[in-house]
T-cell receptor
Framework: IAGITQAPTSQILAAGRRMTLRCTQDMRHNAMYWYRQDLGLGLRLIHYSNTAGTTGKGEVPDGYSVSRANTDDFPLTLASAVPSQTSVYFC??????????????FGPGTRLLVL | GQNIDQPTEMTATEGAIVQINCTYQTSGFNGLFWYQQHAGEAPTFLSYNVLDGLEEKGRFSSFLSRSKGYSYLLLKELQMKDSASYLCAASDSNYQLIWGAGTKLIIKP
């Protein structure tokens, strides 16, 4: 059982380019999340999805979009990358997203550098 | 607004005890999590508290006071492998996690 996988592991991207970060989970969790982690700041929620076919905006959604066509996959797209999007991106999942006690499980992260 | 505060960095000695504090302010409250994150790796779950009091799990314990908006993580018998960042996160009224910036714990031999 892999849990959550993310691809690519790392990427250097020219500003203005489009990029999709991939996330797949095999735990059949309904809820999935995208966070960015920057030095000195806590994890910040970009977008989330509590079930296939629905998505919601988190704290820092601007410049990012997501889709949830099925339970397992939750890709994050940067339509036109800017240097401020340089960060480590973590995908996470939990069983339902509608309970306070749910543990979130994290993928290994994607390290993105936008030049 | 919503806010989580925890110290940026702490240093402790191998074999000793260390307490990492966290204060939180959220719109609604559905529990407090502690996660461990080794450098270059993903966060992993350590503990969850929703009721006041102390939860003990091996060398790690977590305490919550809802009236004070306060939690701490207690690590006993410190080992070198405990060198990591410890993240405090509160679940808000929408069951979203609000994260602190993390406390980097340095263990010295």
């Amino acid at each position: 059982i892999a849990g959550i996988t993310q691809a690519p592991t790392s990427q250097i991207l020219a500003a203005g380019r489009r990029m999709t970060l991939r996330c797949t989970q095999d735990m059949r969790h309904n809820a999935m999340y995208w966070y960015r982690q920057d030095l000195g700041l806590g994890l910040r929620l970009i977008h989330y999805s509590n079930t296939a076919g629905t998505t919601g905006k988190g704290e820092v959604p601007d410049g990012y979009s997501v889709s949830r066509a099925n339970t397992d996959d939750f890709p994050l797209t940067l339509a036109s990358a800017v240097p401020s999007q340089t960060s480590v991106y973590f995908c996470a999942s939990s069983e339902t997203g509608t309970s306070g006690e749910e543990t979130q499980y994290f993928g290994p992260g994607t390290r993105l550098l936008v030049l | 607004g919503q806010n989580i505060d925890q110290p940026t960095e702490m240093t402790a000695t191998e074999g000793a005890i260390v307490q990492i504090n966290c204060t939180y302010q959220t719109s609604g409250f559905n529990g407090l999590f502690w996660y461990q994150q080794h450098a270059g790796e993903a966060p992993t779950f350590l503990s969850y508290n929703v009721l006041d009091g102390l939860e003990e799990k091996g060398r790690f314990s977590s305490f919550l006071s809802r009236s004070k908006g306060y939690s701490y993580l207690l690590l006993k018998e410190l080992q070198m492998k405990d060198s990591a960042s410890y993240l405090c996160a509160a679940s808000d009224s929408n069951y979203q996690l609000i994260w602190g910036a993390g406390t980097k714990l340095i263990i010295k031999p």
